[in-house]
């Protein structure tokens, strides 16, 4: 690999002689050459620019200049047969720099030829004749939405970005992988050394502990946690086949979620929650309803009875009833193509909840601890989409939906939530209770002309299971 750059201060990139880049530069791995640009002058006062054509602030690199400086080297015979050259030029208006591009570079090329603006920047028909020419690329890049006074210190990042991912560059290959935008494509954990107490703070205790799996847990946990903090546009890019239950719950606690069994190549999502006041998106939520409720019904529950209760009590009539009512509260989660995978819907008690229990919740209800409960809402209705349910978007749902009500219920003394679920559905009941719901008593319930046999499950209106 080879590097060659042009300035108009050469000096500026004396630093290419330091660290890691200097010694692979010494030792072979790469050669780097530093010229400048003045070389290429024909004046004795060596004069790059002039004035823009058309009027304007500042002054222009010649091109002139600039063709016969790069010219020379590109005419260098790099010893192989059609060679890959890169003629970069460092611009605000250039494509910003990624990680993915610099791999291909060190991976790809045979020589990276850096020309370094200054002033207004570098007459614009430079980069049209050399992106002309068969042999050479041109890329103009950015470091990000800023501006330098000249080109030299994109060079310096460029240089040190590429060389580092040349073989024999780096010692320890394997650094490459965690580190922040690696082939793991995120963001790197945080990492300690001694002393382990510091002005107070001390290094992580797991850190310490010996145990390798959980370490490396952990490190995964943080870096996951940075990204989806800091990038989540990364978080977004991730191939969520790769990612594994561990994953999905570091990631669901800010918010990220896939689906039980991605495929390969899909990506996380972030939900859009919206708690609707909208009469037009009753259809949307009775489609989703007619999907799911059949899934909590028992196996012998009769299909012209399911059907019955879904016209009367979740058709887009019903549901634009609901959305209508003061006492009912319709919470959604809509994925990125904006379709409906999540729903919960919940009925206040009349007035200011001291009615108390509602009918058909169990009037001698009482908590594991024997506190009597209420008043209560009723959690109607609970459902996720088939292909999502496992992914964690429950804990989600949940939690919008206590907070929704909690925002209508500050005046109460003591509100608690409380559910019914067919007595035979322990998938339910399973997830019920890891949202914090405790087993309080029994309910016959009505699904058209057959009664089933309900438990019920209650638990206080506040955002913890």
């Known amino acids: 690999m080879r590097f060659d750059i042009f300035s108009v201060f050469p000096a500026y990139l004396n630093a290419l002689q330091l660290s890691l880049v200097g010694k692979a530069s010494e030792g072979g791995a790469i050669d780097i050459a530093v010229h400048d640009l003045r070389d290429w002058t024909e004046d004795r006062h060596r004069t790059v620019d002039d004035t823009p054509v058309g009027g304007g602030a500042g002054m222009v690199m010649r091109a002139d200049i600039w063709g016969r400086a790069l010219d020379s080297a590109f005419d260098i015979d790099l010893g192989r047969e059609n060679p890959r050259r890169i003629l970069a030029i460092p611009t605000p208006a250039g494509y910003p720099l990624s990680q ?16 370094c603006g200054r002033y207004e920047g570098i007459d614009g028909r430079v980069a049209e004749h050399y992106a002309s020419r068969e042999e050479v690329e041109v890329f103009e890049f950015s470091l990000g939405d800023y501006v330098l006074n000249g080109g030299e210190v ?59 799996g959980r370490v490396a847990r952990w ?7 940075r990204t989806a903090l800091r990038r989540p546009d990364m978080i977004a890019a991730l191939d969520a086949q790769k990612l594994d239950r561990r994953d999905r719950a570091a990631l669901g606690q800010h918010g990220w ?27 949307d939520y ?12 028992p196996k012998t529950m009769a299909a012209e009875d399911i059907e019955a209760f879904i016209a009367g009590n979740l058709s887009e009539e019903a549901f634009a009833g609901y959305i209508a009512s003061p006492r009912h509260v319709l919470v959604g989660l809509r994925d990125q193509q904006c379709r409906l995978i999540a729903y919960s819907l919940s009925l206040l008690p009349e007035g200011d909840g ?33 292909e999502w349910r496992g992914s964690g978007l429950a804990g989600k749902l949940m939690t919008a939906t206590l907070k929704a009500l909690s925002a209508q219920t500050r005046e109460w003394e003591r509100p608690y939530i409380w559910l019914g679920t067919n007595a035979g559905n322990r998938r339910a009941q399973g997830l019920y209770s890891k949202l914090g719901f405790e087993l309080v008593g029994r309910r016959q319930f009505m699904v058209g002309e057959q009664n089933n046999d309900d438990v019920v499950m209650a638990r206080t209106l506040d955002v913890s299971y």
Do not use: M
Request: with cysteine.
């Open 154 to 212: 994109a060079a310096l990042a460029l240089v040190e970005a590429v060389a580092r991912l040349v073989p024999g560059v780096i010692g320890n290959p394997e650094s490459l992988v965690e580190e922040s935008h690696g082939s793991a494509g995120l963001l790197e954990y945080p990492t300690y050394t001694r002393p382990l107490d510091w002005r107070g703070e001390s290094v992580p205790q797991i850190l310490t502990s010996g145990d390798h």
């Open 354 to 386: 001291a009615a108390g229990i509602e009918d058909g919740a169990p009037v001698d209800a009482v908590l594991s601890d024997g506190e009597r409960i209420g008043p209560l809402i009723e959690l109607s209705k609970f459902y996720l989409d088939q």
């Open 100 to 115: 993915e591009i610099c791999t291909d570079l060190a991976r790809n090329s045979d020589q990276i030829v850096i020309a």
């Open 286 to 297: 009775a489609d989703l309803a007619a999907r799911t409720f059949p899934d909590a019904c």
């Open 257 to 283: 979620y896939w689906r039980a069994k991605p495929e390969l190549g899909e990506h996380p999502i972030k939900p859009v929650l919206e708690i609707t006041d909208k009469r037009q998106l009753a259809s």
């Open 219 to 225: 490190r995964r946990d943080e870096a996951l946690r």
